[in-house]
């Protein structure tokens, strides 16, 4: 939709520099792009988007700090942030990409062109993530392979003692095994993104996205018929207030990151895939509603199960990351009846949510190689897949051949090279682009431009969502910014 102070060209309008477009970029507009071939219906863009949310982040992050952080009460506090923040930003990412067409080097340029940089710093984070995702992806293939064949030393039964923190950490300390596994997700992943967005990320994500609800779904039903699982469930959904705290609040904040997708340029350019007759609004809250039914889906799933089988369920919640999902997982699975099948389930659910995931980041950084270099959609992914696997493979190495590579921090914190892939993107660059995207919007561009594209109508519902962009998303930002340089530059982490 168009502001009234300024009209913008019809999608597909090239002109030279001192034309309609430069002169509506220059005075806080956003000119439109050529079309990209787009999503062809509502559904496959939500399913999509949502995809692209629902990832390791909700399956092994969201369960840990509900776990760490009491539970209900967190639950609590990131639905209320998801409903508010969340959705703010979300709404906002999507509106730029469909606005101005473009991938996230061109849309803030089209923006405002003296925010042409900040296309950059954004293209930086799926740049960094996408090898680090798709190493930790190969693992999750290796282990659907080890639950089916029985591998032992993984599944009882297999003719060895179970020791799964033994067989993950001899796993990873190879040099060769993470490293096939590593290029088989990649690969896999490059594969969808080459058939492009229809044929490609729309098809995939119709298949997947169904799949992931009905694994996810019949799972958590298995699991709560357990004995002793119930207990897990008053856990993880009754509040105890007594434990609210900064701490809990801003674990609730920095998840929203993981949740939503967000600051990565994926929304950006997915919503430049968006059809115009979409409700922007409407489908950034069905996102944001699947994607957090799925991260308290997998919750349900996960602690339970661990209050039900572990032996020590505080020592089983307690683990984060690869421990919980690789380590402790795997223990309770095998204390499970068909545990082994179980497991086998659960690491598929895992494969399905970490590939669309993967597969939107690799897009963000396609669609920008496509739009700038004017490369083929398959020369571009083939650049990004070289990409992928430089950096994929020493973060790979890293807990093998490089892991006397380790980095240690001012704050004493020691990271692999994996771990600071993710400390860069996660808690550094991901808040700076959140804080100056709403920057941007909320001081630099035309106040109606972005309400206008999401469709907002009446007076309160603008007034809402530009103090939220102006003064309150922005805070919230610049908390999880200064929480990760203090707690992990200065003072070790919480």
């Not at 507009?29 to 692209?52: D, E, Q």
């Not at 992806?137 to 179970?162: H, P, R, T």
């Not at 223990?331 to 497991?343: C, D, E």
Request: charged share 10%; net charge positive.
């Amino acid at each position: 939709m168009q502001t009234e102070q300024t009209p913008v060209p019809a999608a597909g309008a090239e002109t030279a520099a001192g034309s309609a477009p430069a002169q509506a970029a220059a005075a806080g507009g956003a000119p439109a792009a050529k079309k990209h071939h787009g999503f062809t219906s509502k559904i496959g863009f939500v399913l999509a988007a949502a995809g692209s949310a629902v990832g390791l982040g909700n399956l092994w992050r969201f369960p840990y700090l509900a776990a760490k952080y009491g539970g209900g009460i967190f639950i609590l506090c990131y639905i209320i942030l998801a409903a508010t923040v969340g959705i703010t930003l979300l709404m906002l990412e999507i509106a730029i990409g469909r606005k101005t067409g473009k991938g996230v080097l061109g849309a803030f340029a089209s923006l405002n062109k003296k925010f042409k940089w900040l296309g950059f710093i954004c293209l930086a984070v799926p740049i960094i993530i996408v090898p680090y995702y798709c190493v930790i992806g190969g693992w999750v293939v290796k282990y659907i392979v080890a639950f089916f064949a029985g591998s032992a030393g993984l599944v009882e039964g297999a003719g060895a003692a179970v020791d799964t923190s033994a067989y993950f950490n001899t796993f990873i300390s190879d040099p060769w095994q993470p490293l096939i596994f590593f290029l088989i997700f990649a690969a896999a992943t490059v594969l969808v993104v080459v058939f492009g967005v229809q044929k490609g990320i729309e098809r995939i994500s119709k298949v997947l996205m169904p799949l992931l609800a009905v694994i996810s779904v019949a799972l958590m039903v298995y699991v709560l018929c357990q004995d002793g699982a119930l207990e897990g469930v008053a856990y993880l959904f009754t509040p105890d207030f007594s434990q609210f705290g900064y701490e809990t609040l801003l674990a609730a904040l920095g998840q929203l990151f993981y949740s939503l997708s967000l600051a990565m340029g994926i929304m950006i350019t997915y919503g430049s895939y968006m059809k115009k007759d979409v409700s922007v609004s409407k489908s950034s809250l069905q996102i944001a509603i699947c994607d957090s039914a799925f991260a308290i889906v997998a919750a349900t799933i996960i602690i339970p199960s661990i209050f039900a089988f572990s032996a020590d369920p505080d020592g089983a919640l307690s683990a984060s990351g690869p421990s919980l999902m690789f380590v402790q997982l795997p223990a309770v699975f095998n204390n499970l009846p068909g545990g082994r099948w179980i497991g086998a389930a659960f690491f598929i659910l895992v494969f399905f949510a970490a590939l669309t995931s993967s597969i939107s980041l690799v897009e963000a950084i396609v669609a920008v190689l496509r739009e700038n270099l004017h490369l083929k959609r398959w020369v571009a992914c083939t650049v990004v897949l070289g990409i992928v696997i430089v950096l994929g493979t020493i973060s790979s190495l890293g807990f093998g051949v490089l892991s006397g590579a380790q980095i240690t921090l001012p704050s004493g914190s020691s990271y692999t090279i994996l771990d600071m892939f993710d400390y860069l993107a996660n808690s550094i660059l991901m808040p700076i682009v959140a804080i100056l995207t709403c920057i941007l919007a909320g001081y630099f561009i035309d106040k109606n431009l972005i309400p206008d594209e999401i469709g907002l109508r009446r007076k309160a519902s603008r007034g809402y969502f530009r103090v939220m962009v102006r003064y309150i998303a922005p805070v919230c930002m610049a908390v999880i910014l200064i929480s990760g340089i203090v707690f992990n530059l200065v003072l070790p982490p919480l």
